[in-house]
């Protein structure tokens, strides 16, 4: 709505700043469009919404062109200009103020809405006729938007199930689809007097040709159940005699009420105006329809200021009495056909429940159903049906829940068909008797209820201890496993107990104030902690020791290094790190003798060392027995030497193995000096670096595998290739010619034969 609209020119000199604010004081928004603009470039304009909290920038002067509309959120807006030009600028604005507002909200069927107003913070309220009940809110609010709303969703108003309706004059009970029920509270005992001659008809419809649900012509008393209705009408008819005026009640006072299956007290017996009458129902009914106290009222005309209830025994309940009567829907009348009615009784958690079934006379297909407990999942007690003689059933818990079910089909009509179930609260009979409290302790309970099993345990406050039996068993003829215990002062420290590993010293038997107790760990086990133990007293909370018990933990060594390998020798074991404790065995390789100790221990220490020394491999000396002349050329110098050669046989590790027939066989050493032997022919065991040049005669074969061990064998006829890593030439004649190039460069001449061994770093050995 638009409720105010003015129109202004802000045309000023804008040297430096200017700034214009707008207040509307009961008006919640304001708009502002731009007519006109005249700034030049580097001019500021900024549009505010100044009534918030914190002021919020609408629009400024990037945006600022003919038509624009601002509209701000509160009822403030600011206008900043600022020019650092001393030219003259203007802007045009037209501004109004509006209010938004919710729509009106309908009225829901059966109900009525007042509202406050459909501004920003209206409310509306909503209410039903009587007869009808408000689902939903019943006050909605606008919501202050761009678009206001209301809170929520529009309640509705529905017809009640059941209710008390008060003072009515005039209303609608029930709604299209549904039917009537008519109790009669009270009638005149005048209506049967005068022979008949009042007439009181209730029809089953709208009009006076609707068929006859009563009439007193036909029935002499009323029905107590009352009339049901076949639709939402019904017609009620009364005639009187004309004649003359009959008069309902005594005048002065009210009537007498009545109530079945009930009773009632009355402050005054003779229902005077001022009278107070309370009902209450018998045993197994509840009250319904009609108020509990009503009151004698009005002098000139004595009535009740409500009616009088009804007492019905009803399908379902809760029952919390310790005592009580659970009857069959209608009870004494036949109950209804397909009921499915729950009742659960609870009396308190140290008691049981006893149930006596007095009369049970249902239909052999309904079903009468007690459980042992407070719900449908509990242990079933026992399920009936037909007829049965009286009996009695018990439960184990303090609750108990009772289910009825009558078949849709059943047969069963008249009166005292039902059931009628007395209960009772007894003292349970499944339990030890209750324990007491300890002096200077607690207890606590394994189960709530002292049932067979249940195990009670007593503890003490600090200083104190169990003395006897800590712990209380409730046995199978419901006694207790043993008797009572007591708390007493604690006046010693308990026993820190052993450590493992470990033997200890006790200054005092009984661990008295001041005792002490000192570990000793034994060999091979560091002690971690404190050995020292001493009991001291610390007031209220009883003696302690003044440190936790130790541990004797195993001592950790560092490990032995291996010790290296002996020359020619072998270990069983090549890994790095060996611990404590642990054995490296030495062997030899062939042809070797060891000196020295052959197993060397790993002995723990910090740091842990071997037992010894690693062994010593010396080559075996084995004399010649064959004896021949060899004349050798070594270094350009003719050397003649005649000697005896004893021919023999050796393999080592990582070197050829040499055959031969008849002649020689050579031992080369990796580091040191060969042993060269000699006989009429030669065999001679290169290594893979070199080229040397061999020649041969009388005749010589000999095969060489680049990395393994070469086998050498003889014939009339020598052809040998070898290609480690180069490709030497083997050739024969009567002479041999050999020349080596390890590290120098030797020339070996020999007559009539030679065995040349080169050692491993260049030295020539020779043997004859």
Same mark, same amino acid.
């Given at each position: 709505?638009?409720?105010?609209?003015?129109?202004?020119?802000?045309?000023?000199?804008?040297?430096?700043?200017?700034?214009?604010?707008?207040?509307?004081?009961?008006?919640?928004?304001?708009?502002?469009?731009?007519?006109?603009?005249?700034?030049?470039?580097?001019?500021?304009?900024?549009?505010?919404?100044?009534?918030?909290?914190?002021?919020?920038?609408?629009a400024?002067?990037?945006?600022l062109?003919?038509?624009?509309?601002?509209?701000?959120?509160?009822?403030?807006?600011?206008?900043r200009?600022?020019?650092?030009?001393?030219?003259?600028?203007?802007?045009?604005?037209?501004?109004?103020?509006?209010?938004?507002?919710?729509?009106?909200p309908?009225?829901?069927?059966?109900?009525?809405?007042?509202?406050?107003?459909?501004h920003?913070?209206?409310?509306?309220?909503?209410?039903?006729?009587?007869?009808?009940?408000?689902?939903?809110?019943?006050?909605?609010?606008?919501?202050?938007?761009?678009?206001?709303?209301?809170?929520?969703?529009?309640?509705?108003?529905?017809?009640?199930?059941?209710?008390?309706?008060?003072?009515?004059?005039?209303?609608?009970?029930?709604?299209?689809?549904?039917?009537?029920h008519?109790?009669?509270?009270?009638?005149?005992?005048?209506?049967?007097?005068?022979?008949?001659?009042?007439?009181?008809?209730?029809?089953?419809?709208?009009?006076?040709?609707?068929?006859?649900?009563?009439?007193?012509?036909?029935?002499?008393?009323?029905?107590?159940?009352?009339?049901?209705?076949?639709?939402?009408?019904?017609?009620?008819?009364?005639?009187?005699?004309?004649?003359?005026?009959?008069?309902a009640f005594?005048?002065?006072?009210?009537?007498?009420?009545?109530?079945?299956?009930?009773?009632?007290?009355?402050?005054?017996?003779s229902?005077?105006?001022?009278?107070?009458?309370?009902?209450?129902?018998?045993?197994?009914?509840?009250?319904?329809?009609?108020?509990?106290?009503?009151?004698?009222?009005?002098?000139?005309?004595?009535?009740w200021?409500?009616?009088?209830?009804?007492?019905?025994?009803?399908?379902?309940?809760?029952?919390?009495?310790?005592?009580?009567?659970?009857?069959?829907?209608?009870?004494?009348?036949?109950?209804?056909?397909?009921?499915?009615?729950?009742?659960?009784?609870?009396?308190?958690?140290?008691?049981r429940?006893?149930?006596?079934?007095?009369?049970?006379?249902?239909g052999?297909?309904?079903?009468?159903?007690?459980y042992?407990?407070?719900?449908?999942?509990?242990?079933?007690?026992?399920?009936?049906?037909?007829?049965?003689?009286?009996?009695k059933?018990?439960t184990?818990?303090?609750?108990?829940?009772?289910?009825?079910?009558?078949?849709?089909?059943?047969?069963?009509?008249?009166?005292?068909?039902?059931?009628?179930?007395?209960?009772?609260?007894?003292?349970?009979?499944?339990?030890?008797?209750?324990?007491?409290?300890?002096?200077?302790?607690?207890?606590?309970?394994?189960?709530?209820?002292?049932?067979?099993?249940?195990?009670?345990t007593?503890?003490?406050?600090?200083?104190?201890?169990?003395?006897?039996?800590?712990?209380?068993m409730?046995?199978?003829?419901?006694?207790?496993?043993?008797?009572?215990?007591?708390?007493?002062?604690?006046?010693?420290c308990?026993?820190?107990?052993?450590?493992?590993?470990?033997r200890?010293?006790?200054?005092?038997?009984?661990?008295?104030?001041?005792?002490?107790?000192?570990?000793?760990?034994?060999?091979?086990?560091?002690?971690?902690?404190?050995?020292?133990?001493?009991?001291y007293?610390r007031?209220?909370?009883?003696?302690?020791?003044?440190?936790?018990?130790?541990?004797?933990?195993?001592?950790?060594?560092?490990?032995?290094?291996?010790?290296?390998?002996?020359?020619?020798?072998?270990?069983?074991?090549?890994?790095?790190?060996?611990?404590?404790?642990e054995?490296?065995?030495?062997?030899?390789?062939?042809?070797?003798?060891?000196?020295?100790?052959?197993?060397?221990?790993?002995?723990?220490?910090?740091?842990?060392?071997?037992?010894?020394?690693?062994?010593?491999?010396?080559?075996?000396?084995?004399?010649?027995?064959?004896?021949?002349?060899?004349?050798?050329?070594?270094?350009?110098?003719?050397?003649?030497?005649?000697?005896?050669?004893?021919?023999?046989?050796?393999?080592?590790?990582?070197?050829?193995s040499?055959?031969?027939?008849?002649?020689?066989?050579?031992?080369?050493?990796?580091?040191?000096?060969?042993? /060269? =032997? @000699? #006989?009429?022919?030669?065999?001679?065991?290169?290594r893979? $670096?070199?080229? &040397? +040049? !061999? %020649?041969?005669? *009388?005749?010589?074969?000999?095969?060489?595998?680049?990395?393994?061990?070469p086998? /050498? =064998? @003889? #014939?009339?006829?020598?052809?040998?290739?070898?290609?480690? $890593?180069?490709? &030497? +030439? !083997? %050739?024969?004649? *009567?002479?041999?010619?050999?020349?080596l190039?390890?590290?120098?460069?030797?020339? /070996? =001449? @020999? #007559?009539?034969?030679?065995?040349?061994?080169?050692?491993? $770093?260049?030295?020539? +050995? !020779?043997?004859?």
């Amino acid at each position: 709505k638009r409720q105010r609209e003015k129109t202004k020119s802000f045309r000023k000199n804008l040297r430096k700043y200017c700034s214009v604010r707008t207040l509307f004081q009961s008006i919640p928004f304001v708009s502002a469009q731009v007519m006109g603009v005249n700034i030049s470039d580097g001019d500021k304009v900024v549009f505010e919404d100044v009534g918030q909290r914190e002021n919020s920038m609408l629009a400024n002067e990037s945006i600022l062109m003919r038509g624009l509309v601002v509209r701000s959120h509160s009822n403030q807006l600011a206008l900043r200009f600022h020019s650092s030009r001393p030219d003259s600028g203007s802007v045009l604005l037209r501004y109004r103020a509006f209010v938004l507002s919710c729509p009106f909200p309908p009225s829901p069927p059966f109900g009525d809405v007042s509202v406050s107003s459909l501004h920003s913070g209206g409310q509306a309220f909503f209410s039903c006729l009587t007869g009808y009940q408000l689902q939903g809110p019943r006050v909605l609010t606008c919501r202050n938007t761009t678009t206001p709303y209301w809170s929520g969703k529009e309640p509705r108003c529905r017809a009640a199930c059941g209710g008390l309706l008060k003072n009515v004059t005039v209303g609608r009970i029930a709604p299209s689809g549904h039917r009537l029920h008519v109790h009669f509270e009270k009638t005149s005992d005048l209506l049967y007097s005068l022979d008949f001659v009042d007439r009181l008809v209730i029809k089953n419809g709208n009009s006076i040709d609707s068929s006859v649900l009563y009439d007193s012509y036909e029935v002499e008393y009323l029905p107590n159940e009352g009339l049901l209705s076949s639709s939402r009408f019904l017609f009620i008819e009364l005639t009187t005699d004309s004649s003359g005026t009959s008069t309902a009640f005594a005048p002065g006072h009210c009537y007498e009420p009545f109530v079945k299956y009930g009773n009632l007290t009355s402050s005054d017996p003779s229902w005077a105006v001022g009278a107070v009458v309370e009902f209450s129902c018998d045993p197994g009914y509840t009250l319904e329809q009609g108020s509990v106290t009503i009151e004698c009222t009005n002098p000139d005309d004595p009535q009740w200021n409500d009616t009088e209830p009804a007492c019905r025994a009803v399908c379902s309940g809760e029952i919390t009495d310790s005592a009580g009567v659970v009857l069959s829907p209608n009870w004494p009348e036949a109950y209804d056909r397909g009921q499915d009615c729950i009742w659960g009784i609870h009396v308190e958690e140290d008691k049981r429940i006893m149930m006596d079934i007095q009369v049970l006379n249902i239909g052999v297909n309904d079903l009468l159903t007690f459980y042992d407990g407070d719900d449908l999942t509990a242990k079933v007690l026992g399920s009936y049906g037909g007829s049965r003689p009286r009996f009695k059933l018990y439960t184990s818990t303090a609750d108990v829940t009772i289910q009825f079910q009558s078949d849709p089909a059943t047969n069963i009509y008249g009166y005292g068909n039902g059931f009628v179930v007395h209960f009772f609260e007894v003292v349970r009979n499944d339990t030890c008797p209750e324990l007491p409290e300890i002096s200077n302790g607690w207890k606590s309970s394994s189960h709530p209820d002292l049932v067979q099993g249940t195990v009670v345990t007593y503890q003490c406050y600090p200083g104190f201890q169990v003395e006897g039996a800590e712990l209380l068993m409730c046995q199978w003829d419901l006694t207790w496993s043993g008797d009572l215990p007591t708390c007493q002062r604690v006046v010693s420290c308990p026993d820190p107990g052993q450590v493992a590993h470990s033997r200890r010293l006790l200054s005092s038997p009984h661990f008295s104030v001041g005792s002490s107790v000192q570990y000793m760990c034994d060999k091979g086990f560091s002690l971690q902690g404190n050995s020292l133990l001493t009991c001291y007293s610390r007031g209220t909370g009883g003696p302690r020791w003044t440190h936790k018990p130790p541990a004797c933990i195993p001592e950790t060594f560092e490990p032995c290094s291996h010790p290296g390998n002996p020359t020619f020798g072998v270990p069983s074991s090549r890994q790095p790190l060996f611990q404590p404790g642990e054995t490296l065995r030495y062997s030899c390789l062939r042809g070797h003798q060891l000196l020295g100790e052959p197993v060397l221990r790993c002995i723990p220490g910090h740091p842990s060392q071997w037992s010894g020394l690693p062994p010593v491999c010396k080559v075996l000396q084995i004399k010649s027995t064959h004896k021949t002349s060899i004349t050798v050329c070594l270094n350009l110098n003719i050397v003649k030497l005649k000697r005896s050669l004893t021919m023999f046989s050796t393999r080592q590790a990582g070197y050829p193995s040499l055959r031969f027939s008849p002649c020689l066989v050579q031992t080369l050493r990796p580091t040191g000096d060969p042993s /060269l =032997r @000699f #006989s009429p022919c030669l065999v001679q065991t290169l290594r893979p $670096t070199g080229d &040397p +040049s !061999l %020649r041969f005669s *009388p005749c010589l074969v000999q095969t060489v595998r680049p990395t393994g061990d070469p086998s /050498l =064998r @003889f #014939s009339p006829c020598l052809v040998q290739t070898l290609r480690p $890593t180069g490709d &030497p +030439s !083997l %050739r024969f004649s *009567p002479c041999l010619v050999l020349t080596l190039r390890p590290t120098g460069d030797p020339s /070996l =001449r @020999f #007559s009539p034969c030679l065995v040349l061994t080169l050692g491993s $770093t260049g030295d020539l +050995s !020779l043997g004859f």
